[in-house]
């Protein structure tokens, strides 16, 4: 019988996972992943900017099936979880599946032959391949894309050196250099204080909406503790379990306007208390928290004492050749600019198309933005489905998120790939039904009082958070409702899936007589 073929896009997180599940699930190895860099870690190769981490718990932030005693410290730093990918991709051999430099173009559907046509480019050369797979699992995540604020007039001007975080040059030397930083979220938060501790680096970091802080601190693990989970069973799956009960069990508690608001005056008195006096006045958000990410604090807030910090809130009028303008009319001169702007998020970054003409970005634009079903799979669109796709932002691990995701899938591709069905497609009704709850649950969420990145035009539809509890989460993703799904060639399947239905029934049946049979005889 001919092989079926998968075609993973992207070699971060993600990709690797589903890759890995492929091999020890399925035991499956015909596939290829697609990579547009040079390395495997997806974000992780990118965004190598100084004090990059993660901002979950490493002990969470690692495979479920690959846990790792050795990691220095509560929070992993950029080049020790790059190198935790990297050695899981040599464990499982991953390496001869991948195509480097390489970027997906677009992929389209043949129902004739129920495979996409996939058109990718050497990023290099410029030479353009095709191939065919009949599953492809968009690994890309929903936040792939750096944003550049070409919307500040004179962007292009500037005549020193600028970069987005995610593409922050090595050989950059900072010594003795007036930096700006445009932007204080996640990432800007992260690589502040680390290129502040050189006192010959001046550095303003310009701020136009203030940010919820909480204290993350990242905790070093000791000689001693690292060997307790390399030798004592199951004390690292205990460590994890913990984190995971941390961060989900809050999340099942009632919030009303009381809790809401000792959680709001708690943060409040937390940026108040490590912030200098002279920033109080802009420091805490109008927005309730909750409405954008919430960033964890290593040291931000610390390091806005130094001297060579200085924050500026006057709002950018115009970057010059040598410098930046404020809204007050000040120039201030600068070496460096870096840019922690964030994502693109409302954009899908390759052409898709499905049946009947329907392209990826073409749904989302037609649902006001990024949409499928439970996040996964998407209308019109056979044997495709995303990982991380819209709605799947959690307050907890985004691997879990992935995991969860990926044995989905697993379940939807399985069929395909033995040759029991050709493809599944996502029914559109199943897809409004559960999208109608979910916007209806973030109606009446905190996501809709603040302009944020995670919201089609910064104001309209909400498409990145995931409105309820992980729980919720791998309920819905435990295995898949086929009724919600269309399936072509599935004659095969559907007589196994009824036989095995006949079975469990006559299991059961079973069961049942024997346990009939004891109470009659015992009575």
Not at 194 to 212: H, K, L, Q, Y
Request: glycine share 6%.
């Amino acid at each position: 019988m001919y092989q079926r073929r998968v075609a993973i896009i992207g070699a971060g997180v993600a990709g690797l996972t589903q890759a890995i599940a492929l091999k020890t699930k399925l035991e499956f190895h015909n596939f290829t992943i697609f990579e547009k860099g040079s390395e495997v870690g997806g974000v992780w190769r990118a965004n190598t900017y100084p004090g990059c981490s993660s901002d979950v718990d490493i002990h969470w932030y690692s495979l479920s099936t690959d846990l790792y005693p050795y990691w220095n410290k509560s929070h992993g730093l950029q080049p020790e979880i790059q190198a935790y990918w990297i050695e899981l991709s040599k464990k499982y051999n991953l390496y001869p599946h991948i195509a480097f430099n390489t970027k997906v173009l677009s992929a389209e559907w043949d129902d004739a032959k129920q495979q996409y046509t996939i058109v990718a480019e050497d990023v290099f050369s410029g030479k353009k391949t095709t191939s065919v797979a009949h599953v492809i699992i968009s690994a890309l995540g929903i936040l792939e894309a750096p944003n550049m604020p070409y919307e500040i007039p004179g962007v292009r001007k500037f005549q020193g050196a600028s970069f987005h975080s995610a593409q922050w040059p090595g050989s950059i030397d900072l010594q003795n250099k007036r930096v700006a930083v445009i932007g204080n979220a996640s990432s800007g938060a992260q690589f502040v204080p680390s290129i502040s501790e050189d006192p010959s680096v001046e550095v303003v970091n310009f701020i136009r909406t203030p940010t919820w802080f909480f204290t993350r601190p990242h905790i070093p693990y000791s000689d001693t503790v690292k060997w307790i989970f390399a030798n004592i069973p199951l004390a690292m799956r205990l460590h994890r379990a913990w984190i995971m009960f941390w961060f989900v069990a809050p999340l099942h508690l009632p919030m009303g306007d009381k809790a809401l608001q000792k959680q709001r005056d708690a943060m409040t008195k937390y940026i108040l208390d490590n912030t200098p006096d002279r920033y109080h006045s802009h420091m805490i958000p109008h927005h309730p928290p909750g409405c954008k990410r919430t960033v964890a604090d290593s040291g931000f807030l610390e390091s806005l004492h130094r001297s060579n910090v200085t924050l500026n809130f006057d709002g950018i009028a115009e970057i010059v050749e040598n410098g930046i303008i404020t809204k007050t009319g000040e120039m201030l001169p600068f070496d460096v600019i870096a840019y922690a702007t964030g994502f693109i998020g409302e954009r899908y970054p390759m052409h898709v198309r499905g049946l009947n003409g329907t392209t990826v970005q073409g749904y989302y634009d037609a649902h006001g933005g990024p949409t499928a079903y439970i996040g996964t799979a998407i209308p019109d669109t056979p044997n495709f489905y995303l990982i991380n796709g819209p709605n799947t932002g959690t307050r907890t691990s985004a691997l879990f998120i992935a995991e969860v995701q990926v044995a989905y899938i697993l379940q939807l591709i399985e069929p395909v790939l033995t040759g029991s069905a050709s493809s599944f497609t996502i029914k559109a009704t199943a897809t409004d039904t559960y999208n109608a709850k979910l916007q209806d649950q973030i109606s009446r969420s905190v996501h809709v009082h603040c302009y944020s990145w995670a919201r089609t035009n910064g104001t309209d539809k909400v498409f990145y958070p995931f409105p309820w509890p992980a729980t919720v989460w791998w309920w819905l993703l435990r295995r898949p409702n086929w009724d919600h799904y269309m399936a072509v060639g599935a004659e095969k399947w559907v007589r196994a899936r009824r036989i095995e239905a006949v079975k469990k029934v006559m299991k059961c049946s079973a069961v049942l007589m024997l346990l009939w049979s004891y109470i009659s005889g015992s009575a």
